[in-house]
Protein backbone atom coordinates (compact mmCIF):
# COMPACT_ATOMS: atom_id res chain seq x y z
CA UNK A 1 0.00 0.00 0.00
CA UNK A 2 1.67 3.47 -1.17
CA UNK A 3 1.85 5.86 2.04
CA UNK A 4 -0.48 8.19 0.16
CA UNK A 5 -3.28 5.90 -0.09
CA UNK A 6 -2.58 4.68 3.69
CA UNK A 7 -2.72 8.50 4.66
CA UNK A 8 -6.16 8.79 3.22
CA UNK A 9 -7.53 6.09 4.64
CA UNK A 10 -6.42 6.75 8.07
CA UNK A 11 -7.70 10.22 7.52
CA UNK A 12 -10.71 8.96 6.82
CA UNK A 13 -11.13 6.32 9.68
CA UNK A 14 -10.48 9.12 11.86
CA UNK A 15 -12.94 11.04 10.74
CA UNK A 16 -15.30 8.37 11.04
CA UNK A 17 -14.97 7.26 14.51
CA UNK A 18 -15.01 11.19 15.12
CA UNK A 19 -18.40 11.38 14.14
CA UNK A 20 -19.27 8.23 15.66
CA UNK A 21 -20.14 9.82 19.08
CA UNK A 22 -21.22 13.05 17.84
CA UNK A 23 -19.25 16.20 18.97
CA UNK A 24 -19.39 17.15 22.61
CA UNK A 25 -21.14 20.24 22.75
CA UNK A 26 -20.29 23.31 24.98
CA UNK A 27 -23.05 25.72 26.87
CA UNK A 28 -21.79 28.32 23.62
CA UNK A 29 -22.88 25.95 21.99
CA UNK A 30 -26.68 25.80 23.36
CA UNK A 31 -26.79 29.63 24.43
CA UNK A 32 -26.87 28.41 28.27
CA UNK A 33 -23.96 30.59 29.29
CA UNK A 34 -26.14 31.55 31.61
CA UNK A 35 -25.59 28.26 33.84
CA UNK A 36 -21.57 28.74 33.48
CA UNK A 37 -20.67 27.68 37.18
CA UNK A 38 -24.44 26.03 38.47
CA UNK A 39 -23.06 22.70 38.61
CA UNK A 40 -20.83 21.45 42.06
CA UNK A 41 -21.77 21.89 46.00
CA UNK A 42 -24.84 23.72 46.95
CA UNK A 43 -26.77 22.73 43.57
CA UNK A 44 -29.46 22.14 46.18
CA UNK A 45 -29.61 25.76 47.09
CA UNK A 46 -29.27 26.90 43.87
CA UNK A 47 -32.00 25.55 42.12
CA UNK A 48 -34.93 27.56 43.32
CA UNK A 49 -33.02 30.72 41.37
CA UNK A 50 -31.96 29.23 38.41
CA UNK A 51 -30.40 31.44 35.76
CA UNK A 52 -32.71 31.86 32.84
CA UNK A 53 -31.23 31.24 29.15
CA UNK A 54 -33.27 31.44 26.32
CA UNK A 55 -32.77 27.33 25.20
CA UNK A 56 -34.28 26.08 27.80
CA UNK A 57 -37.67 24.29 27.37
CA UNK A 58 -37.89 22.17 30.70
CA UNK A 59 -36.12 22.94 34.16
CA UNK A 60 -36.24 20.23 37.09
CA UNK A 61 -33.77 19.47 40.34
CA UNK A 62 -34.66 17.04 42.61
CA UNK A 63 -32.01 14.25 44.38
CA UNK A 64 -30.83 10.89 42.57
CA UNK A 65 -32.01 8.29 42.15
CA UNK A 66 -35.49 9.36 40.87
CA UNK A 67 -37.61 8.10 37.45
CA UNK A 68 -40.32 9.59 36.08
CA UNK A 69 -42.47 10.19 32.50
CA UNK A 70 -42.76 14.05 31.29
CA UNK A 71 -45.82 14.25 28.87
CA UNK A 72 -45.13 17.66 27.80
CA UNK A 73 -45.09 17.30 23.99
CA UNK A 74 -42.09 17.66 21.92
CA UNK A 75 -42.13 19.44 18.65
CA UNK A 76 -40.42 18.18 15.91
CA UNK A 77 -36.27 19.92 15.91
CA UNK A 78 -32.85 19.30 17.49
CA UNK A 79 -32.50 18.72 21.41
CA UNK A 80 -30.05 18.58 24.22
CA UNK A 81 -29.86 17.84 27.51
CA UNK A 82 -28.19 19.97 30.22
CA UNK A 83 -26.86 18.29 33.50
CA UNK A 84 -25.76 20.13 36.87
CA UNK A 85 -24.65 18.05 39.53
CA UNK A 86 -23.53 18.02 43.41
CA UNK A 87 -22.31 14.43 43.41
CA UNK A 88 -22.23 11.58 41.23
CA UNK A 89 -25.17 11.57 38.48
CA UNK A 90 -26.65 9.79 35.18
CA UNK A 91 -29.55 11.09 33.58
CA UNK A 92 -31.30 9.51 30.76
CA UNK A 93 -34.29 10.18 28.65
CA UNK A 94 -35.96 7.98 26.03
CA UNK A 95 -39.37 8.55 24.15
CA UNK A 96 -41.97 6.72 25.34
CA UNK A 97 -45.02 7.57 22.92
CA UNK A 98 -44.09 7.10 20.32
CA UNK A 99 -41.13 4.68 21.54
CA UNK A 100 -37.92 4.35 19.60
CA UNK A 101 -38.58 8.16 18.18
CA UNK A 102 -35.06 8.60 18.99
CA UNK A 103 -32.35 7.08 20.80
CA UNK A 104 -31.98 7.32 24.16
CA UNK A 105 -29.96 10.47 25.29
CA UNK A 106 -27.30 9.82 28.45
CA UNK A 107 -25.56 12.28 30.41
CA UNK A 108 -23.30 11.94 33.54
CA UNK A 109 -21.26 14.62 35.05
CA UNK A 110 -19.62 14.34 38.74
CA UNK A 111 -17.22 17.17 39.33
CA UNK A 112 -17.12 20.60 37.99
CA UNK A 113 -18.42 24.02 37.72
CA UNK A 114 -19.99 24.12 34.78
CA UNK A 115 -22.52 21.59 33.83
CA UNK A 116 -22.23 18.72 31.17
CA UNK A 117 -24.58 18.89 27.61
CA UNK A 118 -25.63 16.12 25.71
CA UNK A 119 -25.47 14.92 22.61
CA UNK A 120 -27.51 16.07 20.46
CA UNK A 121 -31.05 14.17 18.95
CA UNK A 122 -33.51 14.83 16.80
CA UNK A 123 -37.26 14.90 17.47
CA UNK A 124 -38.79 13.46 13.88
CA UNK A 125 -41.30 14.91 12.30
CA UNK A 126 -44.54 12.90 14.49
CA UNK A 127 -43.04 14.94 17.01
CA UNK A 128 -43.38 12.67 20.98
CA UNK A 129 -45.79 12.88 23.24
CA UNK A 130 -44.41 11.76 26.10
CA UNK A 131 -40.53 10.56 27.60
CA UNK A 132 -39.29 8.35 30.54
CA UNK A 133 -36.83 10.34 32.63
CA UNK A 134 -34.51 8.01 35.05
CA UNK A 135 -31.50 9.63 37.50
CA UNK A 136 -29.04 7.27 38.96
CA UNK A 137 -26.08 7.89 41.28
CA UNK A 138 -26.32 9.56 44.28
CA UNK A 139 -26.38 13.14 44.90
CA UNK A 140 -28.61 16.37 44.04
CA UNK A 141 -28.95 17.40 40.16
CA UNK A 142 -30.61 19.80 37.62
CA UNK A 143 -31.75 18.97 34.23
CA UNK A 144 -33.17 21.49 31.60
CA UNK A 145 -34.19 20.38 27.65
CA UNK A 146 -32.56 22.54 25.45
CA UNK A 147 -33.50 23.26 22.04
CA UNK A 148 -30.88 23.30 19.66
CA UNK A 149 -30.89 25.96 16.97
CA UNK A 150 -28.08 26.62 14.42
CA UNK A 151 -24.65 24.97 14.13
CA UNK A 152 -25.42 24.39 18.28
Not at 45 to 69: K, M, Y
Request: with cysteine; charged share 15%; hydrophobic share 40%.
Amino acid sequence: MSRRLGAALAAVLLLSLAGCGGEQLTLEDVDATEFAGFSGPGLEGRCPSRPDAPAVLQFGCGPAPDTGTNTSALSPGNYALMLACDGAVSYTMEAVEPAGAFKPVEVSCSTGDDPVISRRFTVPDSGVKSTSNVSTGDGWYAVALLRVVGNG
